[in-house]
């Protein structure tokens, strides 16, 4: 019985070690960061067409997330408080869901979770220029000039992304 735990064990280990240095094949932050931000075109949850460039001199967050993501349901009324808080100072949050959930489920999520911020739907090209999004929720923090200045996987704490908020407007911590 011990061996067969010592062997379980070792294969776990190997199997850990193989894998941690491994990265996903496109680094995000590396890629995008202190460069301006990916365009895209994508569409709204009844059909209207939306780019990056309609939110041109607006310090931004563009928000990815699916409807199946826990972590992505626990950071959406930070993002949606916070967006209220701060849109008078020309920041705004969108969110783009990328899996191919029913516009009534979409509606349903964001109703629950207070989001009143723009939420469309994620295609391919988009999804790649972002590097993939191999983690959800995944946020792109873009300033004013429409640079990347911060990419944050998953959920950290409200305190954490009001504080990303706060650089990115430039207003220094609270």
């Known amino acids: 019985m011990a061996g067969i735990i010592l062997a379980c064990v070792v294969a776990v280990t190997t199997h850990a070690q193989s894998h941690a240095s491994e990265k996903p094949q496109t680094d995000t932050s590396a890629d995008l960061l202190g460069k301006p931000a990916p365009s895209f075109v994508v569409l709204t949850l009844d059909g209207r067409q939306v780019s990056l460039a309609d939110y041109k001199g607006k310090a931004l967050i563009v928000n990815f997330w699916a409807t199946w993501c826990g972590n992505c349901k626990l950071e959406m009324p930070w993002l949606a408080q916070l967006r209220e808080q701060y ?88």
């Open 87 to 174: 849109v008078s100072q020309g920041f705004e949050v969108v969110g783009i869901v990328t899996d191919g959930a029913t516009e009534q489920k979409v509606r349903q999520i964001a109703d629950k979770y207070g989001v009143k911020y723009p939420v469309l739907r994620c295609n391919h090209k988009t999804a790649q220029a972002y590097g993939g999004l191999p983690y959800l929720p995944e946020s792109f923090y873009i300033d004013k000039t429409g640079k990347v200045v911060l990419e944050a996987a998953d959920a950290s704490s409200k305190e954490e992304v009001e504080a990303n908020i706060r650089k990115l407007l430039g207003l220094g911590a609270k």
